[in-house]
């Protein structure tokens, strides 16, 4: 089982910028897919982006123009890019990678990152 870290979170104001990292503990040219879910009070767990070797790259509707995924294999690490943040950004951010076991496949969870938006 691949073993995620997360870090990057925090407060900011309403249109500015943090950047979330998941350091996953193997090389992710491994893993079939990464990304970020998150999760506000109240509220479903929403896919917010995804990186796959199938479909490529996607986003929430809610987040697209605003957020960038991308990955640095060297460092088997990948990232999202927050910027423009609005106040209904603000959630618990979960990464997560699935991975190929001899059953089929497994998904593993980040401890999840707070992001709070606010004046």
């Known amino acids: 089982q691949v073993q995620l870290v997360e870090s990057g979170g925090g407060l900011v104001q309403p249109g500015g910028s943090l950047r979330l990292s998941c350091a996953a503990s193997r090389s992710i040219f491994s893993i079939n897919a990464m990304g970020w879910y998150r999760q506000a009070p109240g509220k479903e767990r929403e896919l917010v982006a995804a990186l796959t070797r199938r479909t490529g790259i996607n986003y929430a509707d809610s987040v697209k123009g605003r957020f960038t995924i991308s990955s640095d294999n060297a460092k088997n690490t990948v990232y999202l890019q927050m910027n423009n943040l609005k106040p209904e950004d603000t959630a618990l951010y979960y990464c997560?990678?699935?991975?190929?076991?001899?059953?089929?496949?497994?998904?593993?969870w980040g401890q999840g990152t707070q992001v709070t938006v606010s004046s």
């Open positions: 997560y990678a699935i991975t190929t076991v001899a059953a089929g496949t497994t998904t593993a």
